[in-house]
């Protein structure tokens, strides 16, 4: 039977089924008010693990989730991310994993969030201009500091995520990956091996429409949506994946959390096994 928890790090326990709050609108008005719903909504049905990042609206998705949930669940686990900034050219987003980048980020995700300790903080992605070791440790003295619990990674590869564990306790990795995109299998099997927790975003790219036949003949066969019959299957593929499924419409939010109940059998599993991976590149998330 398919464990419904896993402990992140080995001791932060959640339910493996997440939510992603990227696609969240912001703005004031009654698509804010809608967002708050959606985030109230997927507590309420039992989902403990929440994805933010101050990429999304520069904090804003930070401080909405705050006025939705806070005071917090003492369950309840909301993980963000650093190191994208508006240091390009006139002020587009960028890269960047400066020390002092990701001090001040974390320190504006603590204010937002309103806590004094962010439980997971995950590198929104490996700054290729400053010396892996700088960010990491910038990450590592901010978790010596108290004001984070543990440190993730995003979109790596085996190599960088070997070489980020020589510089400190790596306990999650959040790269792209679903039924129809296994791009990442090799980072996949590597956090298996290490107990790393593995947060797959875009998890049902391309499964809504059920693009592809056999995909959709065995949601007809088991009654459920493709979407959901590619969560379960992320579900079954690997007990460190924790799938972050997003969006902002409180009924497919209901159908995503479903997902954790529905059981493919090992045939059903073995036919979805053989589904042609994708590999579309995509943008930072």
């Given amino acids: 039977m398919t464990s419904r928890s896993f402990r992140i790090g080995g001791d932060l326990s959640v339910r493996r089924l997440g939510f992603g709050a990227m696609q969240l609108p912001t703005e004031p008005g009654p698509l804010r008010e809608a967002s708050v719903a959606v985030a109230r909504r997927a507590v309420e049905l039992g989902v403990t693990l929440i994805d933010t990042a101050h990429l999304y609206g520069g904090g804003a998705n930070e401080e909405l989730l705050a006025e939705a ?25 960028k890269l960047d994993g400066r020390p002092d980048v990701v001090r001040d980020q974390v320190d504006q995700a603590l204010r937002r969030l309103r806590v ?26 901010l978790r010596t500091a108290g004001k984070i619990g543990r440190i993730g990674l995003s979109e790596v590869t085996v190599a960088e995520l070997g070489q980020a564990r020589e510089i400190v306790d790596i306990v999650s990795v959040q790269n792209r990956y679903s039924l129809l995109d296994r791009e990442h299998e090799p980072v996949l099997a590597a956090c298996e091996a290490a107990g790393i927790a593995f947060l797959p975003w875009r998890p049902i790219a391309g499964a809504a429409s059920g693009a592809t036949a056999e995909l959709a003949a065995v949601a007809a066969e088991l009654g459920a949506t493709p979407a959901q ?57």
């Fill in 229 to 285: 019959v590619a969560l379960a299957w992320l579900l079954d593929r690997s007990p460190v994946i924790l799938p972050i499924p997003g969006t902002a419409r409180i009924e497919h939010l209901a159908e995503n959390v479903a997902a954790a109940d529905l059981h493919l059998t090992p045939a059903h599993y073995d036919r979805l096994a053989v589904v042609a991976a994708g590999s579309t590149a995509a943008g930072p998330r």
């Fill in 69 to 93: 949930l806070y005071p917090y669940r003492d369950e309840l686990l909301i993980t963000t991310k650093v190191g994208v900034a508006r240091s390009g050219p006139d002020g587009a987003w």
């Fill in 116 to 141: 004094e300790r962010i439980e997971l903080l995950q590198l929104h992605r490996i700054d290729p201009e400053v010396p892996l070791a700088d960010q990491l440790g910038a990450l590592g003295e």
